[in-house]
């Protein structure tokens, strides 16, 4: 009986490890998908509220270091002065714009880049800006928030 029950034990143990290993990978895959939806919900109340100019709407969204490096080279840094920025340019540049998600990277468990194409539709004549955006999310207190954004027009190539 104590053989039987070294021999069950040799298949039990390593059954139940791998068991283990592979809920932990299930739920991390949907704990993931979770945290991707969630910025992909991020970055669509980001262009909502940059659509209505909506300032505290804004402010929700970002750390409070947040910082934006936007197309003409100027940074703007600090929460205040990001979303102070991003009235002015939303007044500015009034057409609709579009925000299409390319990729979602998780670097750590609370840290992500996302990157997508922005376009902002010309309004008086003027012609569409097409743009990239990159996005790097915190996550804080289980809430994704804006730390980063990277604003850049494509350069045409060089010959």
Known sequence: MHVKILSMNKFIFPFIFVFTIMSFQLLSAQSQAIDEQALRDLIANYEKARDQVHEESLKGLFT???DQL??????????DTVVAGMISSSKRNSGDRSIQIETVRFLTE??????AR???KGSNGNSDRKMWSTFIAQKEKNQWRIAAIRNMLPAPPSN
């Open 64 to 66: 409070q270091e947040a």
């Open 118 to 120: 922005y376009i902002i």
């Open 110 to 115: 609370s840290l992500a880049i996302v990157d």
């Open 70 to 79: 936007v197309s003409s080279g100027t940074w703007r840094r600090g929460l």
